[in-house]
């Protein structure tokens, strides 16, 4: 409602402005769209809800940005209504954190910090039970605290935008007390990051920072061994941040990040196309349930950005992600020092959102399009007020200031060639199947995770027995799926483990055999066919599946009680024998043939 009566409002007073469109509109659109479909196809509707609706409000604060007047007057003073609020958001993320953090857990993160956040600590403590602070300040601070990675994701990403600004507020002769304020906002957000300890936000800003000092020293006159010594170091630095991040322990361990990418483009592999459903907590359910095989929720996101784009809004939503970036890379009427910003911004969301999805995966989405929003306004400015003279020297001379990129027809014409590629590769069996497949596993998902709450339900297979539930649709999808290809894993894999849960232990061996033929790596087919072997008499081939995966989570503890819970207390023994043999390094070798 605020939305559309701030819309409605500027389009009544001021029409010129209203009309304008921007580089990023058609994207932006086919983003939103994206996410109406995911909120649809979710099987929890007020999750899926709250998320598109944050997702809103985050293209509602790029509308705002962008068409926000220059100036604005208050008590008689002028000010620029954007260039404080970039001054302020990342200084008061940084507050906010440092005032609700838990630091009891987050010492022994970084060592070193410790001093710091035992003192923080003290001071946290001291400061919240001052009558001087509102108690409902405090409570939200503490109950709705920022997770230590989302808040450093947030901050360091920001920090570019927050700096331009102070950096114009000093060249626009501010008086100096403006000027301080702005450089101890900057302070307060560093020091904020700082606290952190987020590893991975650090790397990210220290990455584009060194990037975009070598931009800045572009113009200068130094030899060609200076430039390859500074090259070199850039990429020894950005190197030596990815090894730490990729072989730190909590990474490559078992069930850590890297073992989390791979499950997580398995379950995405499964709705290719359209995804699994936008909000939070669907990927976790989902993840648990058709990839760990577990009865309750394991891992809140993939913690990778662009994986939780395709992954909640399908391949329309990365399609459109992917645009917006493309479309802020060939933004040519900026100002340098915005567009560095806006660009450095951008790095650092997607550097960090490698190890960490700051934005996409918490409410911090409200502040994804903001460095687009820099670039959009920044264009727009220059289209309506032409330049001459140095203020315009960096403008392509051929064009002058007007943003003919804005036009959106060779946006449309390429969105047309894409369209017409979409539907010949549709035509093909492969993609058809591939398509019925996740059709099914859509509808697998809702019919079961809709009604699915532990403890109600023991185990989803009780789901899947259950006569109340209609799996009949899934099924005929996967079915359809196997008619145009045999060999299409997702639904092989999906089709045998309904079989599993239904009693119909050869079909699902025959379906799972055939999922494995065609992808061995994935970790819910080894498990799933690994059991199916060890039922069937078969235990030495089992061990032979499962090991190289996690299944410290007790997974065959609880397949074993699930064949003790439906007295089938023989085939309950035989997984015992297999996971026995597991232990004991004992087992038959068992190839892809």
């Not at 035992?118 to 001087?132: D, E, L, V």
């Not at 997607?350 to 502040?367: K, N, Q």
């Not at 649709?473 to 008619?483: E, F, H, N």
Request: no cysteine; aromatic share 10%.
């Amino acid at each position: 409602m605020l939305v559309a009566v701030g819309r409605t409002s500027r389009i009544l007073t001021r029409p010129g402005n209203a009309r304008l469109g921007t580089r990023f509109d058609l994207p932006l659109l086919l983003f939103l769209v994206s996410a109406a479909l995911g909120a649809w196809l979710a099987f929890d509707p007020p999750a899926a809800s709250a998320k598109f609706w944050q997702i809103v409000g985050g293209l509602a604060l790029f509308d705002s940005l962008v068409f926000a007047p220059e100036e604005a007057t208050i008590f008689g003073r002028r000010f620029s209504p954007v260039r404080g609020l970039l001054l302020l958001l990342p200084a008061l993320i940084a507050a906010y954190f440092l005032l609700g953090a838990d630091w009891s857990t987050a010492m022994g993160k970084a060592p070193r910090l410790d001093p710091a956040m035992r003192w923080f600590a003290w001071w946290q403590a001291a400061f919240m039970a001052g009558a001087w602070l509102p108690q409902s300040i405090a409570a939200a601070a503490t109950t709705h605290a920022l997770h230590p990675n989302v808040a450093g994701g947030l901050i360091a990403a920001l920090i570019p935008l927050q700096i331009a600004a102070a950096s114009q507020t000093a060249r626009d002769f501010a008086p100096p007390a403006a000027r301080a304020a702005a450089w101890l906002l900057v302070a307060l957000s560093f020091l904020g990051l700082l606290m952190t300890a987020s590893r991975g936000a650090w790397i990210a800003l220290a990455s584009v920072g060194a990037v975009w000092l070598l931009w800045r020293l572009r113009g200068r006159r130094w030899s060609r061994r200076a430039w390859l010594v500074l090259a070199g170091l850039l990429g020894l630095a950005m190197a030596t941040g990815a090894a730490l991040v990729w072989t730190w322990g909590p990474l490559v361990s078992p069930g850590g990040r890297v073992e989390l990418l791979h499950n997580s483009v398995e379950l995405a592999l499964d709705t290719p196309f359209t995804g699994i459903g936008l909000g939070k907590g669907i990927f976790q359910m989902a993840y648990s349930s058709y990839v760990l095989l577990l009865h309750v929720g394991h891992t809140i996101h993939s913690h990778v950005l662009p994986l939780n784009i395709w992954l909640e809004q399908g391949l329309l939503g990365l399609a459109a992600f992917v645009w917006l970036l493309v479309a802020a890379a060939r933004a040519r009427y900026v100002s340098p020092e915005w567009r560095a910003a806006g660009l450095a911004a951008l790095g650092v969301i997607l550097i960090h959102g490698l190890v960490d999805d700051a934005f996409y995966g918490s409410r911090g989405v409200v502040l994804l399009f903001v460095p687009l929003a820099v670039l959009a306004r920044e264009e727009l400015r220059f289209s309506r007020e032409p330049r001459t003279g140095k203020a315009a020297a960096w403008l392509p001379r051929s064009k002058g200031p007007q943003v003919a990129a804005l036009a959106p027809r060779t946006q449309l014409a390429g969105l047309t060639l894409a369209a017409t590629a979409i539907l010949i590769l549709a035509l093909l069996p492969p993609v058809r199947a591939a398509f019925q497949a996740n059709l099914g596993a859509i509808a697998q998902t809702r019919a079961e995770l809709s009604v699915y709450r532990w403890p109600d339900w023991p185990i989803q297979d009780a789901v899947r027995r259950s006569p109340s539930v209609d799996l009949g649709p899934a099924i005929a999808r996967y079915r359809a799926a196997l008619a145009l290809d045999p060999g299409n894993a997702a639904a092989n894999r999906r089709l045998g483990q309904i079989e599993l849960s239904l009693g119909e232990y050869e079909s699902a061996r025959t379906h799972l055999e055939a999922a494995y033929a065609a992808t061995s790596d994935a970790r819910a087919t080894r498990q799933l066919l690994g059991e199916a072997y060890a039922i069937s008499g078969d235990p030495g081939r089992a061990p032979a599946l499962w090991r190289g995966i996690d299944l410290g989570q007790g997974q065959i503890a609880l397949r074993v009680w699930w064949y003790e819970h439906t007295g089938e207390k023989e085939k309950a023994r035989k997984l015992l024998e297999a996971e026995a043999m597991l232990k004991a390094g004992a087992w038959l070798p068992h190839s892809k043939e």
